[in-house]
């Protein structure tokens, strides 16, 4: 599933749980509120601390296959954030081993957020992941944009029979957000609102939709994103996996790919607390494994209030597809049935043939008549539904739903100083143990590059600098309390 670690609130001190009830305008207490939040949740959970080194290259980043010819990099991150005892998002990756598999399937990237009690939606996320992915490549002879959303159909048929199976799992579901990277350029399979978006050209384009309260509000055109009131959750979604026993499901694309183009899988955890602008300028200075990490930490440094997972994948030049790569099959594969229509149909008719035998020929003659709709019905479900198809070839969607700019400018590189320098007042302040040579060089660097105008320098320093010292706080704040006595108490 991707889970870093799990741990809840319960396990935190008095004063922090009583600082984190404390709302305060004061950007430095907020933030050093958060930091003592990761320190302490760490702590508790006896998570092994990572050296300072190790935050440049996180040896849990270098999972990544080599494909058959290198050329799209990605990595992964799934962090429990620091309000939530358990984590309930899951991701799959699953990337061609071969030429012909690359035309034929492309990379699959996907990002699932659950949702329910009694790690309901840690189940439901998971199941989504497992099931997708296997069944997305059983499905050779589908088109790669019908057979996404088929192995998304079936997989929400498991998570709502699972649900409705067991009292504790009733309602379970959870969001999917799929994205393919093919020949023919980059598909989207969507449910939910966790998110796909494209860096290009120094603009971020949100290439899903989100399925939300808010979100089908604008659409209908009934409000504005500045006129949102406050009163509106923006957390209640108005599609899932699960709950209900078919959904429906959002195709976007295929939008052509460039070398250079970035793609940003990532649930609300993330989405929430980071700016789209913040994210596209971030992710078009930063290699994957670097900018999956600053983002993690930018989240959790704003409160880190829920699961925060994120995949990012990065086109560095695209990989031909073969001169002979086989197209895909345009005749109808078998579609499965429910068992409740061949034992309907099995019924019909057995009974119309106990009702001639009996020589009931009136009652026969409905049943029979009944008995062929039911099988007329099973044998167009079975081989036909053409229609049902995405065309092949033909655009699908109205993405991107939303586009930015995203420029690496003065403006950006300040808000990072800023993070940078209530950072080091935090960790001045609560007296840690910091190596401050290797952070001052990282802070020095990004000021000498500031002041050259050498903006995109400016900001790989800084996010280096942001993330070192998050590591050394979760180390530092280990070994603090492993040489401490003080208890935890639950709230």
Avoid at 238 to 249: C, D, H, K, M, N
Avoid at 428 to 456: G, H, M, P, Q, V
Wanted: aromatic fraction near 6%.
């Amino acid at each position: 599933m991707g889970r870093e670690y799990s741990g809840g609130r319960r396990n935190l001190p008095d004063r922090l749980r009583y600082a984190s009830r404390t709302k305060t305008a004061c950007e430095l207490k907020s933030l050093r509120r958060s930091i003592y939040i990761i320190g302490a949740v760490l702590s508790c959970l006896g998570r092994p601390a990572r050296s300072a080194d190790a935050i440049l290259h996180d040896p849990r980043m270098d999972n990544q296959p080599v494909t058959w010819d290198s050329g799209i990099k990605h990595a992964a991150i799934s962090d429990v954030g620091l309000r939530r005892s358990n984590n309930q998002d899951s991701f799959a990756v699953a990337l061609a081993g071969s030429p012909e598999f690359w035309a034929r399937r492309g990379h699959l990237f996907m990002v699932a957020d659950g949702m329910g009690a009694h790690a309901a939606g840690e189940l439901a996320s998971k199941m989504a992941t497992d099931s997708v992915p296997h069944t997305y490549h059983t499905l050779i002879e589908e088109p790669p944009a019908g057979a996404i959303r088929q192995a998304i159909e079936d997989a929400n048929g498991r998570i709502h029979t699972r649900g409705q199976a067991n009292l504790d799992f009733r309602g379970m579901g959870t969001t999917t957000s799929a994205l393919l990277l093919m020949p023919e350029g980059a598909i989207v399979a969507h449910v939910g609102d966790s998110r796909v978006y494209r860096v290009r050209d120094s603009r971020i384009d949100q290439l899903s939709f989100d399925h939300s309260l808010v979100w089908e509000m604008m659409a209908a055109g009934k409000i504005r994103e500045q006129e949102v009131p406050s009163y509106i959750p923006k957390n209640i979604i108005t599609r899932s996996l699960g709950p209900a026993p078919q959904v429906e499901i959002d195709l976007e694309g295929p939008f052509p790919l460039a070398p250079g183009d970035t793609f940003l899988l990532c649930s609300d955890g993330l989405s929430g607390q980071v700016s789209d602008e913040e994210l596209g300028a971030l992710l078009s200075v930063l290699p994957p494994q670097e900018s999956a990490q600053t983002l993690v930490d930018l989240a959790n440094l704003r409160g880190g209030p829920d699961n925060i997972t994120v995949i990012v994948v990065r086109v560095d030049k695209i990989p031909p597809a073969p001169a002979t790569a086989p197209l895909p099959a345009r005749r109808n594969a078998a579609k499965p049935i429910h068992p409740i229509a061949w034992v309907a149909l099995g019924v019909l008719s057995l009974a119309t043939l106990l009702l001639l035998f009996t020589h009931r020929q009136e009652v026969a003659l409905f049943t029979g008549l009944f008995a062929l709709i039911a099988a007329a019905a099973v044998i167009v479900r079975r081989f036909g539904g053409a229609g049902d198809r995405p065309p092949i070839g033909q655009r699908l969607g109205k993405g991107p739903h939303v586009s930015k700019p995203c420029p690496t400018n003065n403006d950006f590189v300040d808000k990072l100083a800023k993070v940078v320098v209530q950072l080091r007042e935090a960790a001045t302040e609560e007296n840690w143990s910091i190596d401050w040579t290797r952070f001052n060089t990282f802070d020095s660097r990004a000021i000498a590059a500031a002041e050259r105008k050498d903006y995109l320098e400016a900001v790989r320093e800084y996010a280096h600098a942001i993330s070192f010292m998050m590591a050394e706080i979760r180390g530092q704040r280990r070994k603090k309390n492993s040489s401490s006595s003080v208890g935890f108490e639950g709230t």
